[in-house]
């Protein structure tokens, strides 16, 4: 087995557990939603059996063994619907992180605990109802939770899927189609028009525009002829070619973009969520609270089961329903108004720091910019020739073509609504143009190129700074005038920087296209820096000088260049018309490439980690008052928080907190 299968192998390797990865996601929401009705549902003769429930219902339904069937329930409830959080809990323990699930395990072990000894002969009250309310009440948290994050990172199978599988292999006199695996360094690959290019190599024979914008972010198609190189994954324009295969496997341009991609995002670090280090220091102070709490009453001289009431009463207390659903309630309204207003988040934590960018990079082609050419201007040269004369001939001639400059030619013509006059005798002229008769004139359209090579001299207005790509037209051999083209900054964008600036976030623009291009766009738009010509692994390095000088950096992107700074990014937005990888190493998606979207991404986040707060300052304020009364605080005056009023402040709290997440919904509008 050679080195390559190896890497073949290592490639289905990986991809095979990433399947299982976002199985066993679902899995485990599955897992989490049938433990909760199950859990529902024994639920409700627990409460129908609690003498406190039936005191305030003022039934008496008690009969002989009742308890026993109470305490046969809840155990039930206790040992399946209680599993996640006991499981959760030697986790976090042997994470040395405990958190959420380390408060609720406490909770409910003390109370099934206590209830248990209750029940067969401790003096005291049982706690059963308390447990299953809060056992369900958190497994309802934890399914709204995970239902609201999306399965992990597709990206890599995404990559993976831009290399075709074969590739036609040119043998002596005959083609083969074979495997792109089994391509040698050496071997001469026909690549037809439209096809992608299986690996990378040099042209030996042919010419042809490819498109790499994908790949480079270069908005232009590029010319190749013989001699120059090809990257695996661009997509041949309308020539065919002779390749001669330089890089195979893991070498190749795509393969070292997915490594990158991977070490990235293997370096995000997870942020530990708010709710877990709210829940931390709960459970630290339910512990030293309850047991400070059975220490002083047995200081004082009352009897153990008296003491040992109190303590169990602040435990149970002490974790707060509300608190489990707090975050959990305001994730998912966040994430379903977001996905209304095309925003699809994928990675909670990222969202939540949306709040803390104090700088965002754009890429240029397909983010500020729609990545379409598109005609700027277009001008006659010649007396009495009305300009748009010369698109109209330019038409004829352009109008079976394929290639980007025709099509934002033909864009321009239909919004003009110009009739296209017929071409005949149509050729193309190497590399430099195409020319036919037309209405019985011969008319080229012609790169800057031709022009040179006929020593006709281009006319002041048509000088390229770089930033348009100019075509002319050429009547009876004479010049008539020409078209320039560049690639269309969309109109939403400069509202969208705008509203960023004002909102004292920096804004920069990275591209892979040339400097003139980037200065017109990044002035056009008032950006605040911007950085040209820069190739894929330069635009990780780019987003890490700027973390490094301190910046929490947002990054949006739309091509295979940018997943890797997506990846690297403290935030990675990708634009939804980009292609699958980005939007797979993104944490967030702009489903409608709007880049305004970002702007209101940004504040929305900000809006969302307010009521985050908000939530966890109710759920946490019950307990600062509840904690203490349970503990006996003010029992010399006679105030003792009986289990009836601690269950009633829990609801309540747990009530304000979903009240409060539903009022998210306005935020966006």
């Avoid at 009969?63 to 305490?71: A, E, I, N, R, T």
């Avoid at 190749?224 to 324009?237: C, L, R, T």
């Avoid at 900054?489 to 909102?503: C, D, G, Y």
Wanted: with cysteine; proline share 3%.
């Amino acid at each position: 087995m050679n080195n390559h299968d190896h890497q073949q192998n290592q490639h289905d390797h990986n991809g095979h557990n990433h399947h299982s990865h976002q199985d066993h996601h679902r899995m485990m929401i599955e897992d989490f939603r049938k433990r909760f009705w199950i859990s529902l549902i024994i639920t409700i003769p627990v409460l129908l059996l609690s003498p406190m429930i039936q005191q305030w219902l003022g039934l008496d339904w008690q009969f002989q063994g009742d308890k026993y069937v109470l305490f046969g329930l809840s155990s039930v409830i206790f040992f399946y619907g209680g599993f996640p959080f006991l499981k959760g809990l030697v986790d976090e323990l042997k994470k040395k992180s405990p958190g959420m699930m380390t408060l609720i395990a406490i909770a409910i072990v003390v109370a099934y605990g206590y209830s248990s000894a209750v029940v067969f002969g401790l003096e005291g009250k049982t706690f059963f109802w308390e447990l299953a309310t809060l056992i369900v009440v958190m497994l309802l948290g934890h399914w709204i939770e995970m239902r609201s994050v999306l399965g992990a990172s597709k990206a890599l199978e995404k990559l993976m899927a831009l290399m075709p599988d074969e590739a036609h292999l040119v043998h002596d006199d005959h083609i083969m189609d074979v495997k792109v695996s089994k391509l040698k360094k050496e071997d001469i690959i026909l690549i037809k028009p439209g096809e992608k290019i299986p690996a990378d190599g040099t042209i030996v024979d042919g010419e042809s525009n490819l498109n790499e914008s994908m790949l480079t972010g270069e908005s232009k198609p590029v010319s190749k002829s013989e001699g120059d190189q090809v990257i695996g994954g661009a997509i041949n324009g309308n020539g065919s070619l002779k390749v001669r295969v330089d890089n195979t496997g893991d070498d190749t341009y795509l393969s070292k973009v997915i490594t990158m991609v991977r070490d990235a995002q293997d370096r995000k670090s997870k942020t530990q969520k708010l709710a877990d280090r709210a829940a931390f220091w709960l459970a630290i102070v339910a512990l030293t609270v309850g047991f400070g709490t059975l220490a002083i009453w047995l200081a004082l001289g009352r009897d153990f089961s008296f003491a040992l009431e109190r303590m169990v009463t602040v435990m149970v207390i002490s974790c707060p329903h509300a608190l489990g659903l707090a975050i959990p309630l305001v994730s998912a309204i966040s994430t379903a108004v977001s996905a209304q207003n095309g925003l699809l988040i994928r990675n909670r934590t990222a969202f939540e720091n949306a709040r803390k960018i104090t700088t965002l990079v754009f890429d240029k082609t397909g983010t500020l910019t729609t990545g379409e050419f598109g005609v700027q201007r277009y001008e006659s040269v010649k007396d009495n020739f009305d300009e748009n004369e010369i698109l109209r001939l330019a038409s004829a001639l352009e109008a079976n073509s394929e290639h980007p400059i025709a099509e934002g030619i033909m864009e321009k013509v239909k919004e003009l609504e110009l009739s296209v006059p017929n071409a005949q005798e149509f050729n193309s002229i190497t590399g430099k143009g195409v020319e036919a008769r037309v209405e019985g004139k011969d008319i080229k359209v012609v790169s800057p190129g031709y022009l040179e090579e006929q020593q006709i001299s281009i006319p002041d207005a048509a000088q390229n700074d770089g930033s348009e790509t100019i075509v002319f037209v050429l009547v009876d051999d004479q010049l008539a005038g020409f078209i320039a083209l560049a690639d269309q900054v969309r109109p939403e964008s400069s509202e969208a920087i705008q509203t960023l600036h004002k909102n004292n976030i920096k804004t920069v623009m990275l591209t892979g296209d040339n400097k003139a291009v980037a200065k017109k766009v990044s002035e056009q738009l008032g950006i605040d820096d911007f950085f040209a010509e820069v190739l894929p692994d330069q635009k990780l390095n780019k987003i890490e000088e700027l973390q490094k000088q301190g910046a929490y950096v947002a990054m949006t992107g739309d091509g295979i260049n940018d997943a890797p700074a997506l990846a690297q990014a403290d935030i990675g937005i990708a634009v939804g018309s980009g292609t699958d990888v980005a939007a797979e190493t993104a944490d967030i998606i702009l489903v409608n490439s709007n880049p305004k979207d970002i702007a209101h991404l940004i504040l929305f986040g900000k809006a969302t980690y307010k009521k985050m707060v908000q939530n966890l300052i109710w759920a946490t304020a019950y307990n600062v008052l509840a904690i203490p009364l349970a503990a006996g605080a003010l029992y010399a005056w006679g105030i003792m928080i009986s289990p009836a009023v601690g269950a009633a402040l829990m609801s309540l709290s747990t009530v304000i907190v979903a009240v409060n997440a539903q009022l998210l919904k306005k935020e966006l509008k």
